[in-house]
């Protein structure tokens, strides 16, 4: 199952023009926004904390290994035009083929919900460290301009629409489902003789992850078609979902 490393903005001199709080305090409210659609989609995370910096959190993200590196934040224009520019922007290394497709899935799909489409643009960058360091691919997201009011408006009263629109977008980008969240609760394995295979897709042919013995008690995260997102000790997957009791 893929792993994310989740990066909000650490930035708190960052206010919003509207006076609600800083960049750092928005996006991370928009990754506690996303955490359940990441659970309920089977995307495992780690994500940085409030008192670091983007470069530590390069470097704690390179320490270990990911499937790809998000960055969180909001834009503000040169003093000079202090509230007057709107929009979005995913900014990839620019030789990274796997960094810009995801940057054209999150465009595409955060044209639906941005307010002004035609501002939701995909950058090639080498100056930004969350996606010239990361070991991984990457995609730093620009979630409008926190000077401007209608862009700060906009993210301080859509964070679910905003954090299911960028999990779908991950979904798509791994090739795995959008699976809706659900209460999540406990579950036992119930087969008659052997054990429940863990995949890593909804699909009998997909990779086997681990044997759940008869009677192991699951977490249940999601449903969809007849598989569950099962979370089993350290494991994250698919389990047929007429084993589960």
Not at 57 to 85: C, E, K, M, T
Not at 197 to 209: D, F, G, W
């Amino acid at each position: 199952m893929p792993i994310l490393y989740l990066s909000p903005s650490t930035q708190e001199g960052n206010a919003y023009v509207t006076g609600s709080g800083s960049e750092e305090y928005w996006m991370n409210q928009l990754a506690d926004a996303m955490e359940p659609y990441l659970l309920s989609c089977g995307i495992q995370y780690r994500r940085n904390t409030p008192d670091m910096t983007a470069a530590s959190s390069i470097r704690q993200a390179n320490q270990g290994w990911y499937d790809f590196y998000l960055a969180l934040h909001s834009n503000a224009a040169a003093p000079s035009n202090y509230g007057n520019v709107r929009g979005i922007i995913a900014f990839y290394y620019p030789t990274s083929t796997q960094g810009e497709r995801a940057a054209t899935i999150f465009a595409n799909n955060l044209k639906v919900i941005y307010p002004l489409p035609n501002n939701v643009t995909i950058q090639p960058t080498t100056r930004l460290g969350e996606v010239r360091d990361p070991k991984f691919p990457s995609v730093l997201l620009e979630l409008g301009y926190h000077d401007n009011p209608s862009d700060a408006a906009w993210v301080e009263g859509n964070l679910d629409p905003i954090a299911q629109n960028l999990v779908l977008s991950l979904t798509e980008y791994f090739d795995i489902p959008f699976i809706w969240p659900i209460e999540p609760y406990d579950a036992t394995v119930t087969v008659g003789t052997g054990t429940l295979n863990l995949r890593s897709r909804p699909s009998q042919e997909a990779t086997v992850l681990a044997n759940l013995p008869n009677g192991a008690v699951v977490r249940v995260y999601g449903n969809w078609e007849g598989w569950s997102v099962v979370h089993y000790e350290n494991y994250v997957g698919y389990a047929a979902s007429r084993y589960l009791q």
